[in-house]
Nanobody, 112 residues
Framework: QVRLLESGGGLVQAGDSLRLSCAAS????????AGWYRQAPGKQRDTVAT???????NYADSVKGRFTISRDIAKNTVYLQMNSLKPDDTAVYYC??????WGQGTQVTVSS
């Protein structure tokens, strides 16, 4: 059984940083595209950042230069470092493997 457990969300002020973690079990993170996604209230879920098995990364335009996706193969964990947070970054953040296996989400709230 594949399980993804996100952590690291919280309430922060604009300009602060957070690091989200996604610990996977039941499947190695290095064989799939791993990604972070977010959904704000009343909006569709959007892709924030992805990392390919080869280590290539892609980011939504809205987070380029502020967010960094990374992974630790040994720990089977994917990370999302979020800097210079803005109120518009407020959302539930989900990690996923191959957009098939999803975590339960972690809330990020950025106050102005």
């Amino acid at each position: 059984q594949v399980r993804l457990l996100e952590s690291g969300g919280g309430l922060v002020q604009a300009g602060d940083s957070l690091r989200l973690s996604c610990a996977a079990s039941g499947r190695r993170i290095g064989i799939d595209v791993a990604g972070w996604y977010r959904q704000a209230p009343g909006k569709q879920r959007d892709t924030v950042a992805t990392i390919t098995p080869a280590g290539g990364t892609n980011y939504a335009d809205s987070v380029k230069g502020r967010f960094t996706i990374s992974r630790d193969i040994a720990k089977n964990t994917v990370y999302l470092q979020m800097n210079s947070l803005k109120p518009d970054d407020t959302a539930v953040y989900y990690c996923a493997l191959a957009e098939i296996f999803w975590g339960q989400g972690t809330q990020v709230t950025v106050s102005s």
